[in-house]
């Protein structure tokens, strides 16, 4: 049986919202150093930033990172991390018990964000810290000079305010693990003041107020009402995390966690929706969906008995060929969402649960998952399309049947050029037929595939290339009917021209 994609370009999403294709670095393991920064290694430049990673980020097409948490944030004080090496503080890091030598800090990001020409979004701590913390950090970051921190900026060797758009206010702040968490009232009143307080030093900034941790916790959406009753006004988006775990008994539910997190996308914007209603504010609010990949979250639990280790190997996930699949549906679900998910980040960038493995002293190389995210930022270009779409389906545990394709489609009406992105997350072949009678002008088609083979295969030091973007053969277009077959567990780009 096919699956069948009616694509017109008269049925739209919304554009490409570019935010989606953004990424996370926390100091948390080794994504900080001897991930993105190893003085002394060989590809370091003069700052000890790799520039191997630094490549990488580039050809993900990474477009906002996110930093310094992530937990880590709710216990950091951005103070310690800026000004001479040789004068920064060793702290204990109580998120990870780890020893925060603070050798990396804002400066260090805010040139390293310019060398991968991404964009920076950062989290302010409002576990242990508050409403005048916040002011100063974005004090220190946008305020051209003159005063204190401003003038600390300059002295440090930024004349130039970084302009940082966009503000965390907190992370996770639900979390019975986050130091310093609060109740949603709590959270909901200071999340309001701060945002008050920082509009006033800079009013161009765009904020995001923590939503729930997870969709599995028991305060999900009564979380986020009870926190956007109190800070609604003042605030332009609403965080979502998710992390989809393949150590599952069921694996097809694992296969199927883009329902999962389509189903909260969905449940987040009813709940945004529902206290504008009662507020009678005609703001609509956007979804930052600033964490989610895939995690074998319940094999994690040692980690936080590490006994104040420097950049120890805290989960450093190997992903296989399936997760590429999985991880590509997630992607697709968040881009099919472009209208009311504003900003993405991929959970994170380097060897902590990440698409760019590296080895201190060693080399940098791609994990599975790094594929359809970087195939994805490439070739979406234009508007994000509705899809008519009907599939055959599997069953789950959790989800009840899911449809086999998930799919999502940019059309670039400058080059009159279309992409289809499109996962097979079952594991047999599924025949995909397409009428885009609708769209004229395209003679052309292309089909590159990730996955399809052994869906076990990794990406390894010595191995980096198992999973890589092959073409796939017998893609077909004629009378503007498109027909392809996408292989068992497969992530797929289909462009047309
Ligand atoms: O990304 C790893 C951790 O997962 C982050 O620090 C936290 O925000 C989430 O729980």
């Known amino acids: 049986e096919a699956a069948k994609l009616t694509i017109d370009p008269a049925f739209e999403v919304g554009p490409v919202e570019r935010r989606l294709f953004g990424s996370f670095v926390e100091h948390m393991g080794r994504s900080v150093y001897t991930g993105v920064f190893e003085p002394g290694h060989p590809a370091a430049g003069p700052g000890g930033l790799r520039r191997d990673v630094i490549e990488l980020t580039r050809e993900m097409g990474v477009s906002v990172v996110r930093y310094p948490g992530g937990n880590f944030v709710s216990n950091y004080d951005w103070e310690d991390g800026v000004g001479p090496a040789g004068e920064r503080p060793t702290r204990l890091d109580l998120a990870w018990r780890q020893i925060e030598t603070n050798a990396f800090g804002l400066d260090e990001f805010m040139t390293w964000t310019r060398q991968v020409a991404a964009e920076p979004m950062l989290a302010v701590n409002l576990g242990t810290r508050g409403v005048r913390e916040a002011c100063d950090l974005l004090e220190y970051a946008n305020h051209p000079s003159g005063t204190r921190w401003s003038d600390l900026r300059v002295k440090h060797g930024a004349r130039e305010p970084y302009g940082v758009r966009l503000w965390c206010l907190g992370n996770e702040m639900d979390g019975p693990w986050q130091i310093g968490g609060k109740t949603a009232y709590e959270y ?199 899809l008519a779409l009907s599939s055959p389906v ?81 893609a077909a277009l004629s009378g503007g009917r498109l027909s392809a077959v996408l292989p068992p567990l497969s992530f797929n780009v289909l462009r047309l021209s």
């Open 188 to 386: 909901g009143r200071l999340a309001a003041e701060t945002a008050k307080a920082m509009r006033r030093v800079d009013p161009r900034v765009e904020l995001v107020a923590c939503g729930s941790s997870n969709s599995t916790l028991p305060t999900f959406a009564s979380w986020e009402a009870t926190v956007l009753e109190q800070c609604y006004e003042h605030v332009d988006y609403i965080s979502a995390h998710n992390y989809y775990d393949p150590a599952q008994p069921d694996r097809a539910s694992y296969l199927a966690s883009a329902a999962d997190m389509e189903a909260q996308i969905h449940a987040l914007v009813a709940t945004a929706d529902h206290v504008a209603a009662r507020l009678r504010s005609p703001r609509r609010l956007k979804i930052s969906f600033d964490e989610w990949n895939v995690w074998s979250q319940s094999l994690f639990g040692g980690e936080h008995s590490l006994d104040w280790a420097e950049a120890p190997r805290i989960i450093e996930e190997e992903y296989d060929a399936a997760a590429a699949a999985v991880a590509g549906s997630l992607l697709i679900t968040l881009l099919a969402n472009t209208d009311r998910v504003g900003i993405a980040c991929q959970a994170q960038l380097a060897n902590v649960i990440a698409p760019i493995r590296t080895e201190p002293g060693g080399p940098a190389w791609r994990q599975t998952i790094f594929h359809p995210f970087a195939l994805t930022a490439a070739h979406a270009r234009g508007r994000v399309l509705r």
């Open 394 to 474: 599997f069953p789950t545990e959790r989800y009840g049947e899911v449809p086999a394709l998930v799919a999502t489609a940019t059309h670039d009406d400058d080059a009159g050029s279309l992409a289809v992105f499109a996962v097979n997350r079952s594991e047999t072949p599924l025949p995909v037929q397409a009428d885009l009678r609708a769209l004229t002008g395209l003679a052309r088609a292309e089909h590159l595939t990730v996955g399809g083979g052994d869906p076990a295969a990794r990406n390894t030091r010595d191995a980096p290339d198992r999973v890589v973007p092959r073409p796939a053969p017998g």
